[in-house]
DNA sequence: GTTAGGG
DNA sequence: CCCTAAC
């Protein structure tokens, strides 16, 4: 099935010539069996790794073992020397005060990403280096600690002490390593400040940059080739590669964007071998390999695209919540909830996102069952009425913090947001008409009763997590 | 916890 | 490189 998907993926791609595209040229060449070779940007639906061993086998295993293009004639080039191999000479700056600056698009030439040993040089835009602030202090006093001074800066704030050792210059980046070649520094901690008096403080603090090599660039297309793209996790992790410490599955993801974008794939896709599959993994290779022509975009055949929810999804959301309450998956299964193609843990993520303190109040909550059907011919097994749930009186910062987060969605969004049924729950306190939303939430005249409840699951839901009383 | 995409 | 929503 999957090969006439892809069939009929490229069939509005003009043919190769009117195209004009590039000379194809082979990213990932060997010294003699190129055909054999599958491209390396082809999705990888199947890695084949030997359980006792934990080492690759088969074609992946002939791939990870690719020579660049000027490696030496030695069969063991990757093991003897594992990181000198792809160095070359640095360019000499003649060139590069000789040609005018490039364009940007220059950077992805063919003639660059094919041999992918020379990946594009970044623009060395001679930027003067913003100094970080005390950093020369620190150069002068030779102490890689802020100077005894820093210490008479006031905290910004009455619990900034943690802050303040996060927010040091010095942080995870000794004036020693400015030539930027060692590890990189260790990533900061995630700091969430949802205080508003903060908000305008700046309180994330940049990690330094940690250059890309080309070796670790060339590990990197070894590793998309073995793994496939997105997989950054694996290939970060790849026993035979080695990147700097404290990379993430996220560096490698912005580089590999870098060196390939993937609004211009035409770039940088190589050729598909000609010859016939040779061994176990026919079926991985790209229907678009068999035909000779180039991958279009290796991106699409990467991990699915992350979908926006529309309001339409989110008014489905609410209906969903409204029916089932927590219960995810019966949403899915409900034909009269049109999600799209959604899990129960999409929308529960989706849920969360929206309606963080609702979602976090879901282990009070009661179990809903299924809602009254259209057509009740199910007598058979009846459900017992739900048990009434322990009543909770929702604190009040609950309700301001939810309340907030509303308002939060309008100013986001630069909308109202939906207007929905969860609002009856979330946003309920803030409200100065309480009595018509609570009377329209928990009396409602829209339900489907069934006979065998004695109240619809929704009020059960919304006396256990609404406040029927407001003291302040 | 990871990844895609925008910034 | 960072942030965040989506996964």
Same mark, same amino acid.
């Given at each position: 099935?999957?090969?006439?998907?892809?069939?009929?993926?490229?069939?509005?791609?003009?043919?190769?010539?009117?195209?004009?595209?590039?000379?194809?040229?082979?990213?990932?060449?060997?010294?003699?069996?190129?055909?054999?070779?599958?491209?390396?940007?082809?999705?990888?639906?199947?890695?084949?790794?030997?359980?006792?061993?934990?080492?690759?086998?088969?074609?992946?295993?002939?791939?990870?073992?690719?020579?660049?293009?000027?490696?030496?004639?030695?069969?063991?080039?990757?093991?003897?020397?594992?990181?000198?191999?792809?160095?070359?000479?640095?360019?000499?700056?003649?060139?590069?005060?000789?040609?005018?600056?490039?364009?940007?698009?220059?950077?992805?030439?063919?003639?660059?990403?094919?041999?992918?040993?020379?990946?594009?040089?970044? =623009?060395?835009?001679?930027?003067?280096?913003?100094?970080?602030?005390?950093?020369?202090?620190?150069?002068?006093?030779?102490?890689?600690?802020?100077?005894?001074?820093?210490?008479?800066?006031?905290?910004?704030?009455?619990?900034?002490?943690?802050?303040?050792?996060?927010?040091?210059?010095?942080?995870?980046?000794?004036?020693?390593?400015?030539?930027?070649?060692?590890?990189?520094?260790?990533?900061?901690?995630?700091?969430?400040?949802?205080?508003?008096?903060?908000?305008?403080?700046?309180?994330?603090?940049?990690?330094?940059?940690?250059?890309?090599?080309?070796?670790?660039?060339?590990? $990197?297309?070894?590793?998309?080739?073995?793994?496939?793209?997105?997989?950054?996790?694996?290939?970060?992790?790849?026993?035979?590669?080695?990147?700097?410490?404290?990379?993430?599955?996220?560096?490698?993801?912005?580089?590999?964007?870098?060196?390939?974008?993937?609004?211009?794939?035409?770039?940088?896709?190589?050729?598909?071998?000609?010859? &016939?599959?040779?061994?176990?993994?026919?079926?991985?290779?790209?229907?678009?390999?068999?035909?000779?022509?180039?991958?279009?975009?290796?991106?699409?055949?990467?991990?699915?695209?992350?979908?926006?929810?529309?309001?339409?999804?989110?008014?489905?959301?609410?209906?969903?919540?409204? $029916? #089932?309450? #927590?219960?995810?998956?019966?949403?899915?299964?409900?034909?009269?909830?049109?999600?799209?193609?959604?899990?129960?843990?999409?929308?529960?993520?989706?849920?969360?996102?929206?309606?963080?303190?609702?979602?976090?109040?879901?282990?009070?909550?009661?179990?809903?069952?299924?809602?009254?059907?259209?057509?009740?011919?199910?007598?058979?097994?009846?459900?017992?009425?739900?048990?009434? &749930?322990?009543?909770?009186?929702?604190?009040?910062?609950?309700?301001?913090?939810?309340?907030?987060?509303?308002?939060?969605?309008?100013?986001?969004?630069?909308?109202?947001?939906?207007?929905?049924?969860?609002?009856?729950?979330?946003?309920?306190?803030?409200?100065?008409?309480?009595? #018509?939303?609570?009377?329209?939430?928990?009396?409602?005249?829209?339900?489907?009763?069934?006979?065998?409840?004695?109240?619809?699951?929704?009020?059960?839901?919304?006396?256990?997590?609404?406040?029927?009383? =407001?003291?302040?």
């Amino acid at each position: 099935m999957a090969m006439h998907l892809f069939d009929d993926m490229f069939d509005d791609i003009p043919s190769r010539s009117s195209l004009r595209i590039p000379p194809l040229q082979d990213l990932f060449p060997g010294p003699s069996t190129t055909s054999a070779r599958p491209s390396p940007l082809e999705p990888i639906a199947r890695v084949n790794i030997d359980s006792e061993t934990n080492k690759l086998t088969g074609r992946r295993a002939a791939l990870a073992q690719a020579k660049p293009l000027d490696a030496p004639e030695t069969d063991d080039w990757e093991t003897l020397a594992p990181v000198k191999l792809t160095l070359r000479p640095e360019v000499p700056k003649i060139h590069q005060l000789q040609e005018p600056p490039r364009k940007k698009q220059k950077l992805y030439d063919h003639e660059q990403i094919a041999d992918f040993v020379q990946l594009p040089k970044p =623009q060395t835009k001679a930027r003067a280096d913003k100094p970080r602030p005390f950093q020369p202090i620190a150069v002068l006093n030779e102490l890689h600690e802020p100077p005894p001074s820093a210490a008479l800066f006031p905290p910004i704030t009455p619990s900034a002490s943690q802050e303040k050792l996060d927010s040091s210059p010095f942080r995870g980046r000794s004036p020693k390593t400015s030539k930027n070649d060692g590890e990189a520094p260790t990533r900061r901690r995630k700091i969430k400040d949802r205080s508003t008096s903060l908000a305008t403080v700046k309180r994330t603090y940049n990690r330094g940059r940690t250059k890309w090599t080309e070796e670790e660039t060339d590990q $990197l297309v070894k590793g998309v080739a073995i793994y496939g793209v997105g997989r950054w996790k694996n290939i970060l992790e790849h026993s035979e590669f080695h990147f700097k410490k404290g990379r993430t599955g996220m560096d490698l993801k912005d580089r590999f964007r870098v060196c390939f974008p993937p609004d211009a794939p035409h770039k940088w896709v190589r050729p598909i071998p000609v010859g &016939p599959e040779s061994d176990d993994e026919k079926s991985e290779s790209s229907p678009a390999a068999k035909k000779g022509s180039p991958q279009k975009d290796a991106y699409m055949l990467s991990r699915s695209r992350k979908r926006h929810w529309s309001e339409k999804e989110d008014a489905e959301l609410d209906k969903g919540f409204r $029916l #089932y309450g #927590y219960q995810w998956n019966l949403m899915v299964k409900d034909p009269d909830l049109k999600f799209d193609r959604r899990s129960g843990g999409q929308i529960r993520d989706r849920f969360r996102l929206r309606f963080p303190e609702l979602y976090n109040q879901q282990d009070s909550a009661p179990q809903q069952k299924k809602p009254p059907e259209k057509k009740p011919n199910q007598s058979k097994k009846q459900q017992p009425p739900q048990a009434k &749930p322990a009543m909770t009186i929702r604190k009040s910062n609950d309700l301001k913090e939810q309340a907030k987060n509303d308002e939060g969605d309008i100013e986001g969004e630069g909308r109202a947001p939906p207007k929905t049924a969860l609002s009856f729950t979330t946003g309920l306190l803030n409200a100065e008409d309480e009595h #018509y939303k609570l009377s329209n939430s928990i009396l409602r005249d829209d339900w489907d009763w069934d006979d065998n409840l004695t109240l619809a699951p929704v009020a059960w839901e919304d006396m256990a997590n609404k406040p029927m009383f =407001q003291f302040d």
